[in-house]
Nanobody, 115 residues
Framework: QVQLVESGGGLVQPGGSLRLTCAAA????????MGWYRQAPGKQRELVAI???????TYADFVEGRFTITRDSVKNTVYLQMNSLKTEDTAVYFC?????????WGRGTQVTVSS
């Protein structure tokens, strides 16, 4: 059973916007933090943004105010609004959810920023 389902990736020109969505299965209880990580070809997976159950947010330095993470705890869903995208934002974006028992990962959604 797929636990986290991501959507919203795609191809966009530099300066454009995308909105990523990650829906967690309703069978996952007690999620503390949800967030997004990314992995570009030949690079390690890195944090993009996370949001706690209390809606406290943390962003990577490279976000520079361009991305906004939000969360709907009732729907077990997290969103990542990405604006002013750059070519270096090209990567596979992975959703992440943490409970007291385990860490869940989505399968990833490709984001390509290119003219």
């Amino acid at each position: 059973q797929v636990q986290l389902v991501e959507s919203g990736g795609g191809l966009v020109q530099p300066g454009g916007s995308l909105r990523l969505t990650c829906a967690a299965a309703t069978t996952i209880f007690g999620i503390s933090t949800m967030g997004w990580y990314r992995q570009a070809p030949g690079k390690q997976r890195e944090l993009v943004a996370i949001v706690s159950s209390g809606t406290r947010t943390t962003y990577a330095d490279f976000v520079e105010g361009r991305f906004t993470i939000t969360r709907d705890s009732v729907k077990n869903t997290v969103y990542l609004q990405m604006n002013s995208l750059k070519t270096e934002d090209t990567a596979v974006y992975f959703c992440n959810a943490v409970t007291s028992l385990r860490v869940y990962w989505g399968r990833g959604t490709q984001v390509t920023v290119s003219s």
